[in-house]
Structure formats: structure tokens, C-alpha cells
């Protein structure tokens, strides 16, 4: 039940013919909410993509699918997790197209869509139809002057994504070379993560949602964003290395919302007139770091249009985004989920789940 999940489901997807365990489903929501709980620096919905797709596939072994349809039936359960985790149906679709299946292939399509949209019903009937961030005002572009800022801010947030990509394995790399037993190895990691909470910034504890409502209404110092970037990039390193128990896509969501903001703290110090409100900076380096870190530009355009409801911000947060994903897949061919894959020698995807494109060779 350790890391953060997405990996194991796209090996199964690619090797299995989506078969997971029904287990899955039960151990890793504890294990996750263990290690939420307890305050490891993970997110919610890396478990919920494992546990969704888990669901699925449990459904298709036993109704007796084939393994293309049981793939299917992964799919739906991950875009419908992730539809009803952050209110957003369209990016719980992308995401298991984009991350999951690899493929865009129409025959998937609509099953998947159904999925997304039933689940995201369900959940906004219990939870309400509020975005997950609520902004305070909307942004927008407030001069064509800042996509020369928005470049730059997509170059920055790729290089970020980078270093995030590396230190995640890095230190899951050299936990699992220590002659330690795991018991020990969490005390360790635990121990390491509280004294970067304790010593640094509370902020890095659990999803860290609060920090990023911070960030996005301009209410955090320059200087904290920038040391809250490199903490919890620290911080979710550790607590994956120790074997805990959460997703990557949320610490991505904090890491980009901090050096975003930064970035806009320091524009509109140099650039009063020129720049929208350091919120906006905010709001684009959460989507721009998530698609370089999981090379899935068109999730990180939607799910950020989603979870904010904010329509205007659209031009230069695409802008930004194509830049940072085009910057760390130029630099690294791996994305965070990736190079577990490549490992396990599973990077390509199932025949036939490939569409027409994907199979012929121009």
C-alpha cells in the first residue's frame, strides 16, 4: 500500500489487463488516511485514483469482462475518483485518458465520461457544487505585456517540477537501499518530516490545502513561499521514501502554488501596473508544475479551470503550462509516475487500447 498509487494502476492497465486486487481498495484508504492524518506530506488523490480503479476492476472480473473492457472499467473508476475528489468531471476524464490509458481511443471515451459525471453528481448531492478553491476575486490578463511573465514563470515551475520528480525518487531510492526494517525506516521518516513541520512551517503537514487558499489570496511573504517550495519538496520526499502511504498531485498543487506565487510577489514589485495580483501567478504555477511533473498538459489546464472556476485566467495558464511541460520533458523523458514503469519495463500502452494514430508510424 505504500507510495502513491497512480504507477501501480497504470501497470495493471498495461501488463495485467486491468486486474487489482479487490483488497487494494480497503488497505490503501487506510494506509492513506493513516498517513494524511497523522500529518505525511501526501495528497488524497493518488489513494482515490488506486481505490477507484481497484473498484473497477473488481467489477469487471466479476461480471467476467475481457481485458479491454476491464481496462475500461479501471479507467472509469479513476476518472470518477477524481471527479468527485476535486469537483471537477471534465479533468477526472483528461486524467484517466491523459495519466491512465495513455490514449485518447473513442471507444473508451464515452464509459469513461459516464463515470466521471455520475460520480461528481453523486458527490456534489453530499458535498455541495463549490469549486475546491475559492478565489476572491477572479483573475485575469491585465496586460498582453505578462505573457513574457507567463513564459518565464513556465520555465521556472519546469525546472521546479523537475527537482520535485528527482527528489521523490531520490529519497524513495535511498530509503529502500538502507538494511533497515520498514518499522524503522517510518519512525525515521515520520521523526524527519515532523521536524521540517516543526523547525519550518506547519504548512507542509497533510494535503496542505489551507496554504495554497493562502497563496492564492497574496496573504504569504515572498520569502516563506520560496522556503515553503524547497520544505515541501523535502517533506513529501520523506514521507514516500518511509514508505507513507499518498498521492504526489496535491504537494505538486502547494509546490506550484507557492513558487507561482513568489514569482507574482516579485513581478509586482518590479511591475506594479503591468501584473495581476500574486494570486494569479499562484493559480497558473499549480497547473504549470503538475504538467511537468506528470507530463499531462491538458489535466493540468482543465482541472485547474475546474477547481477555480476561473474562465478568464485561461490564456496565459495554457500558455504557461505547454512552456513548463515543453521545459522538463525536453530536459527528463520521465514523468513522475513514469519512471516506476520504465523500471518495470511497462511504458507502453495496451494495442489495443491505441488509437489509429498512436499505431502508425508517419
Same mark, same amino acid.
Given at each position: 500500500a505504500q507510495g502513491h498509487g497512480v504507477p501501480e494502476v497504470q501497470y495493471a492497465i498495461r501488463k495485467l489487463g486491468g486486474r487489482i @486486487?479487490?483488497?487494494?481498495?480497503?488497505?490503501?484508504?487506510?494506509?492513506?488516511?493513516?498517513?494524511?492524518?497523522?500529518?505525511? +506530506?501526501?495528497?488524497r488523490e493518488g489513494p482515490i485514483v488506486q481505490i477507484g480503479s481497484s473498484l473497477g476492476s473488481t467489477v469487471g472480473q466479476a461480471v467476467g469482462?475481457?481485458?479491454?473492457?476491464? @481496462?475500461?472499467?479501471?479507467?472509469?473508476?479513476?476518472?470518477?475518483?477524481?471527479?468527485?475528489?476535486?469537483?471537477?468531471?471534465i479533468a477526472g476524464v483528461m486524467f484517466a485518458m491523459e495519466v491512465i490509458l495513455g490514449s485518447f481511443a473513442a471507444r473508451s471515451f464515452g464509459l469513461v465520461v459516464i463515470a466521471s459525471v455520475t460520480a461528481t453528481a453523486i458527490s456534489q448531492a453530499v458535498l455541495g457544487r463549490a469549486p475546491?478553491?475559492?478565489?476572491?476575486?477572479?483573475?485575469?490578463?491585465? +496586460?498582453?505585456w505578462e505573457f513574457f511573465l507567463y513564459l518565464a514563470l513556465g520555465v521556472f515551475t519546469g525546472l521546479i517540477a523537475l527537482a520535485y520528480v528527482q527528489s521523490v525518487y531520490f529519497f524513495e531510492d535511498s530509503f529502500d537501499a538502507w538494511k533497515l526494517s520498514?518499522?524503522?525506516k517510518a519512525l525515521i521518516g515520520g521523526l524527519g518530516v515532523g521536524a521540517l513541520g516543526f523547525f519550518g512551517s506547519p504548512h507542509i503537514f497533510g494535503v496542505g490545502h489551507e496554504g495554497v487558499e493562502l497563496?492564492?489570496?497574496g496573504d504569504l511573504a515572498l520569502t516563506l513561499m520560496l522556503g515553503l517550495v524547497l520544505l515541501k519538496i523535502l517533506a513529501t520526499s520523506v514521507t514516500l521514501g518511509a514508505g507513507g502511504s499518498g498521492g504526489v498531485f496535491a504537494p505538486a498543487l502547494f509546490i506550484g502554488a507557492m513558487a507561482g506565487g513568489a514569482f507574482g510577489k516579485a513581478a509586482n514589485q518590479v511591475?506594479?501596473?503591468?501584473?495581476?495580483?500574486?494570486?494569479?501567478?499562484?493559480?497558473?504555477?499549480?497547473?504549470?508544475?503538475?504538467?511537468?511533473?506528470?507530463?499531462?498538459?491538458?489535466?493540468?489546464i482543465i482541472i485547474l479551470f475546474e477547481m477555480t472556476d476561473n474562465y478568464r485566467i485561461i490564456l496565459p495558464l495554457m500558455f504557461a503550462v505547454?512552456?513548463?511541460?515543453? =521545459?522538463? +520533458?525536453?530536459?527528463?523523458?520521465?514523468?513522475?509516475?513514469?519512471?516506476k514503469l520504465r523500471r518495470r519495463g511497462a511504458l507502453a500502452a495496451?494495442?489495443?487500447? =491505441?488509437?489509429?494514430?498512436?499505431l502508425l508510424l508517419v
Open positions: @486486487r479487490a483488497r487494494v481498495a480497503a488497505v490503501k484508504a487506510l494506509a492513506s488516511a493513516i498517513s494524511i492524518g497523522s500529518g505525511g +506530506s501526501v495528497g469482462l475481457g481485458p479491454e473492457q476491464t @481496462r475500461i472499467m479501471v479507467a472509469a473508476g479513476a476518472a470518477g475518483a477524481i471527479g468527485a475528489t476535486f469537483n471537477a468531471p475546491a478553491f475559492e478565489l476572491i476575486e477572479p483573475f485575469t490578463l491585465v +496586460s498582453e520498514p518499522g524503522w497563496a492564492l489570496r511591475l506594479p501596473n503591468l501584473t495581476a495580483p500574486p494570486g494569479a501567478y499562484a493559480l497558473v504555477g499549480m497547473a504549470a508544475l503538475i504538467a511537468a511533473a506528470a507530463h499531462a498538459p491538458i489535466t493540468g505547454v512552456v513548463a511541460h515543453l =521545459m522538463a +520533458s525536453a530536459i527528463y523523458q520521465d514523468s513522475i509516475y513514469s519512471i495496451p494495442k489495443q487500447e =491505441m488509437g489509429v494514430l498512436d
